[in-house]
């Protein structure tokens, strides 16, 4: 008998192949550095709503959204997806920020009638499905054009969330019981596409997941950059993640002042580099000549390098040619060649 449980599933799936040549089969990545944050309760929109970036009351059965919580002085403490069901929120975000979030939300949960619970029996993972998958598989099909179709759109249903991302193509979050889409009462087939006797998906690494949506602009917050960048810094308002028109919020009034009276002096890029160890979000980005430039957000290591998002001078894009530029860079000493592009959605 195959043992289902998570772990095991991670470990010893019979996946095929997907890096085989024209190979087009989902992929199926366990997001094994996220966790889910629940606040429910009869105050927890009003909770949310004085808090967050994003608007709560937008939120509903079938809209989702990024969001972030910020200090008075408008630097983030938490970067999350939120979705709305039932009068319930879910908050997924990395575990390294989970703390300081529930450190910042606890001082004014008191204030209102809402609960707030770590949801230790959540399990998330990412899912890519190229255009051409299961052309010939009905059964299948018909299971994906169930998947939700907008940016940021969301499905919840059985304890089971999916999460459509933003700007890229076919790529959703399933946040789920451990347990209840091992007996597929959550409706999703991934047990049969991990375990059958055929399996027609590849079970991939986690960082491989990461560099995806690094190269598509999607932000995450690392550990060190907490308390460090305000949301436009890393675009969160070109992703539905900063709302202008809810009012007041902890940290509004310098968001709303970046967004109609400031000038951004530096902004995101993704970046790949041929380079055998990760670039911490504490790692100095110097030109040439040794001025300081900027420092990394993200590092995700694979077998061609290194990729991630990096915070650069917004001037840069003036040298930006068929959006990308080759940065010439000198990191811990060492001479690096940095290929920038622009995310998708500031494409020049």
């Not at 001082?107 to 051409?132: E, N, T």
């Not at 860079?329 to 060649?337: K, L, N, R, Y």
């Amino acid at each position: 008998m195959i043992d289902t449980t998570w772990p095991a599933l991670i470990q010893n799936s019979r996946a095929i192949d997907a890096n085989e040549p024209g190979s087009t089969c989902p992929r199926i990545y366990p997001l094994t550095d996220t966790c889910i944050v629940e606040v429910s309760g009869d105050g927890a929109e009003k909770l949310l709503q004085g808090q967050l970036t994003c608007d709560v009351r937008t939120l509903n059965d079938q809209q989702g959204a990024f969001g972030a919580i910020c200090t008075p002085q408008g630097r983030m403490f938490s970067l999350f997806r939120i979705v709305r069901s039932e009068g319930v929120f879910l908050l997924k975000m990395s575990q390294s920020t989970v703390e300081p979030f529930l450190q910042r939300i606890e001082k004014y949960r008191q204030f209102f009638k809402a609960d707030i619970q770590v949801k230790s029996d959540k399990v998330c993972f990412g899912l890519h499905i190229p255009d051409a998958s299961y052309a010939n598989n009905d059964s299948l099909n018909a299971w994906i054009n169930t998947l939700p179709k907008g940016a940021n759109h969301q499905r919840t249903q059985q304890n089971t969330t999916v999460f459509r991302l933003p700007t890229l193509a076919n790529y959703w979050e399933i946040w789920t019981d451990k347990n209840s889409w091992i007996n597929d009462s959550s409706g999703l087939p991934l047990r049969e596409l991990l375990t059958d006797t055929q399996p027609q998906a590849e079970l991939t690494e986690t960082n491989e997941w990461n560099i995806q949506l690094a190269l598509g602009g999607i932000p995450e917050l690392a550990e060190k950059s907490v308390d460090q960048l305000v949301p436009h810094m890393v675009n969160l308002h070109k992703i539905g993640g900063v709302s202008f028109k809810k009012g007041c919020y902890t940290g509004q009034e310098i968001v709303a002042r970046m967004e109609y009276l400031g000038k951004l002096k530096k902004q995101v890029y993704c970046y790949q580099a041929s380079h055998e160890r990760c670039l911490g979000a504490e790692t100095t980005i110097h030109d040439q000549e040794g001025a300081n430039l900027g420092s990394f957000i993200s590092s995700f290591k694979n077998q061609l390098g290194v990729a991630g998002l990096a915070l650069l001078p917004k001037s840069l894009e003036d040298n930006f040619e068929n959006n990308t530029y080759q940065l010439e860079s000198v990191i811990d000493g060492e001479s690096i060649s940095l290929a920038l592009s622009l995310p998708r959605y500031l494409s020049v």
